[in-house]
């Protein structure tokens, strides 16, 4: 019951550096719909909204207004992520 927690940081923040190292390693940003549950979910806590269309591509709501395909919304979240591990907002 300890562990309730920290069950928030091992979701997207648990598996990011993974994604990274395979997009860079394959040189493939394919992604699979647990990433972009965990990247949605994650952008949430950070506040920033993002809603299914039913083209498959994301509405992505505040500064950055947007419709993104899955992998550019998980890069989405990479970002914010890094700038967060590195201090700096996100932009």
């Known amino acids: 019951m300890g562990t309730t927690g920290t069950l928030p940081t091992a979701g ?3 598996i990011a550096d993974t994604i990274m190292y395979r997009w860079s390693a394959e040189r493939d940003v394919w992604v699979s719909p647990s990433e972009i ?3 949605r979910a994650y952008l949430e806590r950070a506040g920033v909204v993002t809603s299914p269309l039913p083209d498959g591509r994301f509405a992505v709501g505040g500064g ?3 419709t993104l395909e899955a ?7 990479l970002r914010h992520l890094h700038a967060t591990r590195t201090g700096r907002r996100s932009a």
């Open 12 to 14: 997207f923040e648990a």
């Open 37 to 39: 549950a965990q990247a």
């Open 71 to 77: 992998a550019r919304l998980v890069l989405l979240g």
């Open 64 to 66: 950055t207004a947007a």
